[in-house]
């Protein structure tokens, strides 16, 4: 189904679920991809809370996060009526000696997700962020002569297709890609350049409201050029006050997450009730994963979840 998600194992599949369902991510309580100061709760609390605070979906998080038996993995999510949506694999794109490492390490995560039942499950690609210099540091504010050149653009994109190609042979499952602050590909310009290097029948995208912001986007804007390739969506809010403080004491990524960039939905800037009508317009029938970036230690995760989902019940969803 384009644009959308099949329901995992068949033991809850519900034809009375709404066309629109909504899911929260990991990183929402800590568990991010990168390496970083302080710990992050565990699995059961994560999918604990998500399921109280009426969500009925996650993405999968960090290898190593969620258990790695399929059986495992497939009973903590059942146990909790929740679906696995996806899973972020981050690849450094722009080095073609790390492609086929990349390729591996998708088609093992894709493993454990086909094996443990969600088969429709997306691999959500995305680059190595946060590990070259410069972008880390200008997050937010990437200038043109930041970014890659023809070569290294064509290296990017070829990556990104053989890996999506090699999930796609191995498992019939579909990879969509992530453009994110702290890599390649942050600005429009940027997004741009990746969607029409690579194949729309093998790539999609996962269109990120709050990372596209702070990249300088309109999320508005990009979801209509490219709904027709958008097999997955993140809702994530974008606060611009932090992003002129960041811009004027010159933060690098993630001392802008730190300070809240990535705020509670409703309270940023990103236009969720237009998104919302254009989705119902275009008879959406996906996904909605809700994602506010919180770094070990910072706030209150189930706060910020249950608020973020009574706004989304706000906008009639």
């Not at 990991?26 to 302080?38: N, R, V």
């Not at 088609?107 to 969600?118: P, R, T």
């Not at 959500?124 to 962020?129: E, F, G, H, P, S």
């Not at 611009?240 to 010159?250: A, F, I, L």
Request: negative net charge; glycine residues 10%.
């Amino acid at each position: 189904m384009k644009g959308g998600q099949k329901n995992g194992p068949e033991n809850f599949s519900d034809m009375s679920l709404p066309k629109i369902q909504i899911a929260n991510a990991p990183c929402s309580w800590g568990a991010l991809e990168f390496d970083l100061e302080g710990k992050s709760v565990g699995f059961e609390l994560v999918l604990n809370e998500m399921q109280e605070t009426g969500y009925a979906g996650t993405e999968l998080g960090d290898w190593g996060f969620m258990p790695t038996n399929p059986v495992e993995l497939s009973k903590e999510l059942a146990d909790r009526k929740l679906e696995l949506l996806g899973a972020f694999v981050p690849v450094a794109l722009a080095k073609e000696n790390a492609h086929e490492e990349g390729a591996q390490k998708a088609l093992e995560v894709a493993n454990l997700m086909y094996s443990s039942g969600y088969k429709d499950a997306f691999i959500v690609l995305a680059d190595d962020n946060g590990t070259v210099p410069e972008r880390t540091k200008n997050a937010g504010r990437i200038k043109i002569e930041m970014g890659l050149d023809d070569e290294s653009w064509r290296t990017f994109a070829s990556g990104a297709e053989k890996v999506a190609l090699a999930v796609k042979k191995q498992y019939g499952m579909r990879t969509v890609f992530h453009h994110h602050c702290a890599g390649f590909v942050e600005t429009a310009l940027e997004l741009d350049k990746l969607m029409a290097l690579t194949n729309p029948e093998l790539l999609g995208l996962c269109l990120d409201m709050g990372h596209f912001a702070f990249g300088g986007g309109d999320p508005v804007a990009a979801l209509k050029k490219y709904y027709d390739r958008i097999w997955h969506i993140h809702f994530k809010d974008y606060d611009p006050k932090v992003g002129e403080e960041s811009r004027k004491n010159q933060w690098d990524y993630f001392e802008s997450v730190s300070s809240g960039v990535f705020c509670e939905l409703g309270k940023g800037n990103v236009d969720f009730h237009q998104i919302t009508e254009e989705l119902h317009q275009r008879n959406y029938k996906g996904w909605i994963v809700v994602e506010q970036d919180v770094l070990p230690g910072m706030g209150a995760p189930k706060v910020c979840a249950q608020h973020n989902r009574d706004y989304i019940k706000s906008l009639g969803l």
